[in-house]
C-alpha cells in the first residue's frame, strides 16, 4: 500500500528525513540513499558500532539509541529528530525480526517480543511522529509481502506486521485532512540476512532473496514522489 502516493512528486532534496532502524541492512541502505538524494537524516538504531558505521559513512548523521522496550522513548523519536534536523518531512521505520515455528511450538515471550518489535515499537515511533512531520509529509514502515501470502511457521511474525500493516492504514486515513502520505511496504524476501537471524525457531525453506540495494532504491522512488515541496 502506498496511500494517496502519487507517481511524481518534489523530490528529496532537503527533506528531513528519520530512519529507525538504521543500524540494520535495509535501514542503513535507505540512510544512505536518502542521504544519495538530497535529504538530511537522523538515525536511530539499537547496535550503537552499527549505528555508528553508518552515521560515519554519511559524514556523521545524528543518531540516537532504540530499544523496542521502551516505547515512552520510541515515541519522543520524532521529537528528537526535529530537535536534530530542524523539523522533519518524513519518517522511515525498518525495526523488525523474525520467529519461526508451528503456533504450539512458539512460547508465549517470542510472541511477546515479536509484537513488540514488529508492532509496538514501529507504531510507537510513528505515533510520536504524527504530530511533528509536516503537512504533506511521510510516515512509512516496512512490513513484508508476509501480510499477503502467511506462510506455515510464520503464524506470530505474520501476524504481527498484519497488525502493522491494519495501523498503517488507519493512520492513512487519519491523515488524509493533512496530506500526510502513509507507507506500508510489502517487500519480498531479501538477501539481508534477515531471516538467518530470528529470535526463535528455524526460517522455512526459502529461495534466493532479492536485491536490497535495488528494493531500497525503489522504495525511496516511492518517498520520493512524497516528500513535501522545498523549504
Ligand atoms: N530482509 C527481508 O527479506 C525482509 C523482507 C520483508 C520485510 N523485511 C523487514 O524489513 C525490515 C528490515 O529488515 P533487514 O532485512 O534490514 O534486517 P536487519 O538488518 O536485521 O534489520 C532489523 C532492524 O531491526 C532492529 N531491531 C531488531 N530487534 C530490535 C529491538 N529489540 N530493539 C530495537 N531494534 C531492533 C535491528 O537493530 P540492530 O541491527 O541494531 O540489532 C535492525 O536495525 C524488518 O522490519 C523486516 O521485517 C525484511
Known sequence: MDDGVTA????????????????????????HELQARGSVVALAGR??????????????APVRGLDAYDLDDCAALAAWAVRELGGLDGV???????????VEEVPDEVVEHL?????????????GAVARVVDGGFLAA???????????????YAAAKTALSCWLGVVAREGRARRLRV???RL???????SDRPVAGRPPALPRGG?????????????????????
Open 188 to 194: 519480498p524476501h531479501l538477501e539481508t540476512g534477515f
Open 8 to 31: 511524481s512528486g518534489p523530490g528529496l532534496s532537503g527533506a528531513r528525513v528519520l530512519v529507525a532502524g538504521a543500524s540494520g541492512v535495509l535501514g542503513g541502505l535507505a540512510a
Open 115 to 127: 509484537f513488540a518489535v514488529n508492532v509496538l515499537c514501529p507504531a510507537a515511533v510513528l505515533r
Open 92 to 102: 522511515l521505520v525498518t525495526v523488525g525480526v523474525a520467529g519461526f515455528g508451528r
Open 183 to 185: 507507507f506500508d511496504f
Open 211 to 231: 536485491d536490497p540495494a535495488a528494493a531500497v532504491q525503489a522504495l525511496v522512488d516511492q518517498l520520493e514522489g512524497a516528500a513535501p515541496a522545498a523549504r
Open 47 to 60: 547496535h550503537p558500532d552499527r549505528l555508528a558505521d553508518v552515521a560515519g559513512g554519511l559524514g556523521g
Open 142 to 156: 516496512v512490513t513484508g509481502a508476509i501480510v499477503d501470502r502467511p506462510m506455515l511457521g510464520t503464524a506470530d
